[in-house]
């Protein structure tokens, strides 16, 4: 028994340890089993992407300037920031972990990437090779230069005037046959064409006397008298260079004035793109502060040749003001000229007229007024010179600028304007085109009304 006992009692005892180990096991296996729901549920929370807050715009396009208008700040330079698509920098880097790789340049404009603003990161443009920077895109324009403009614009020129051309060569075809009649004939012809009774009375009584001279004169003849006498009418010899050069130590001054409609902004602008091809430095100075849109449009003009322009951001503010400004900002950044545009309309003449000459006077505190152009529209014949005599008299006028000769048969107004005025045709605008202003040339003038 005992034995049986003692034999019973070990076994008795293994069978509690085994108890005691089944416990054990299903408490491990319940407590393990306990631990994986919590890791999985936390897993499971935690495994879901978070919802990160809206992102920053990469710091390139946040901290960006935005791009500014083409005004002229004085304290700066009067350089516009010519740098626009030249300054393409690749994206931040679109994720952290690509952080290591190299840096690339965007394929893409910078701008667009600005544009994108904090989308930028998620559509960051594929990465292209490391490779030298792909070619800026060309935002100044390059003007075409002065010379030949008259040769390629006279067939407008001719155009418009064949009619006077082709009038006077029909009268004298005749040859010999030159009665009061056929002299008439011219008469008309030149006055139609806007030549002013004078100019018209000295060229006919000067080829009659030639005439007279030679007793009778052929169609050929009578022709080459004609392109002498206009010629002669025309004056070669005036002076037309127009002062656009530094003077001593400071930019030359050229005041644009005119009537509103006569083309004066735009041919500031076409003139600044003359000088600029001839690699002038110009400033342009936005004075028609009458007309809101005038400032935009002459800094349009000047951006597209890479020219800054001084302009006030208040409609109405004084044009003598942005004229001194333009002057002085000019003299600071030693351009070789600063060109003055201002307006051409006011509630009356008088306030008009009184306005230039106080711009005038304004100018002249910082520096003299070197060239003082007229800009006249040829299409308007006698009641543009009537205008032109009221600017006469409140500004110097040094030259004129006849536009739209393109659109008129009245070529003649070019010794009307010179006679009455007593200052050179020095400029003349052939077309809306951008660079359809060209410097005055009296013989291809000529050429262009009779061939
Ligand atoms: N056909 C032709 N059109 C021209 C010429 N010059 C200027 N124009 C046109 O004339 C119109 C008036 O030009 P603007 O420069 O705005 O005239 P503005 O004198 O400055 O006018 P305001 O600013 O109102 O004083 C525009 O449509 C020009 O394109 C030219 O030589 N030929």
Not at 110 to 119: A, C, I, L
Not at 263 to 273: E, I, S, Y
Not at 281 to 302: P, Y
Not at 387 to 408: E, P, S
Request: glycine share 10%; hydrophobic share 40%.
């Amino acid at each position: 028994m005992t034995r049986g006992r003692h034999d019973v009692g070990p076994v008795c005892h293994d069978g509690r340890v085994d108890q005691l180990w089944e416990i054990l096991v299903v408490l491990t296996v319940v407590l393990l089993g306990a631990v994986g729901l919590a890791v999985a549920f936390l897993r499971g929370k935690g495994g879901k992407t978070k919802e990160l807050p809206p992102q920053e715009p990469p710091p390139a396009a946040k901290d960006a300037p935005q791009r500014k208008a083409n005004t002229y700040t004085p304290s700066s330079t009067a350089k516009i920031d010519t740098s626009k698509g030249s300054t393409a920098t690749a994206p931040p880097p679109a994720d952290t972990d690509e952080r290591d790789e190299p840096p690339v340049r965007s394929a893409e404009p910078k701008e667009k990437v600005e544009n994108r603003g904090g989308t930028a990161v998620e559509e960051a443009p594929a990465p292209v090779e490391p490779a030298p920077a792909p070619p800026t895109e060309p935002s100044i324009e390059e003007p075409e230069s002065a010379r030949g403009r008259m040769t390629r614009l006279s067939s407008r020129m001719a155009a418009s005037n064949s009619a006077m051309g082709k009038g006077l060569l029909g009268a004298f075809s005749g040859g010999g046959k030159l009665d009061e009649s056929v002299w008439e004939e011219v008469e008309d012809i030149l006055l139609g064409a806007d030549l002013g009774v004078e100019a018209t009375t000295e060229l006919v009584d000067n080829l009659k006397k030639r005439v007279k001279t030679e007793g009778s004169a052929s169609p050929e003849q009578l022709e080459m008298w004609l392109h002498e006498e206009l010629l002669k009418l025309v004056d070669p010899t005036m002076d037309r260079r127009i002062a656009a050069s530094r003077v001593g130590d400071r930019p030359a001054v050229v005041m644009v004035v005119g009537v509103n409609g006569t083309g004066k902004t735009t041919t500031v602008g076409k003139l600044a793109r003359v000088l600029v091809a001839e690699d002038k430095e110009v400033l342009l100075g936005a004075a028609d502060t009458f007309r809101a849109a005038a400032a935009d449009q002459l800094e349009t003009w000047g951006a597209r040749v890479g020219v800054a322009t001084v302009r006030s951001e208040k409609e109405g503010a004084d044009p003598a003001a942005v004229a001194f400004d333009a002057v002085k900002a000019g003299k600071d950044e030693e351009v070789d000229v600063v060109i003055i545009d201002t307006a051409g309309r006011l509630h009356n003449k008088v306030g008009l007229m009184d306005e230039l000459s106080k711009v005038k006077r304004v100018i002249e505190k910082q520096s003299p007024i070197d060239e003082c152009l007229l800009v006249l529209d040829a299409t308007t014949g006698q009641n543009g010179m009537r205008q032109a005599q009221v600017f006469a008299q409140a500004v110097n006028i040094t030259g004129v600028v006849l536009t739209k000769l393109d659109g008129t048969a009245k070529g003649g107004i070019v010794v009307l304007v010179q006679r009455e005025l007593g200052v050179p045709v020095k400029l003349v605008g052939l077309g809306e085109g951008a660079d359809d202003l060209a410097p005055f040339d009296p013989k291809a003038f000529v050429d262009a009304v009779l061939d």
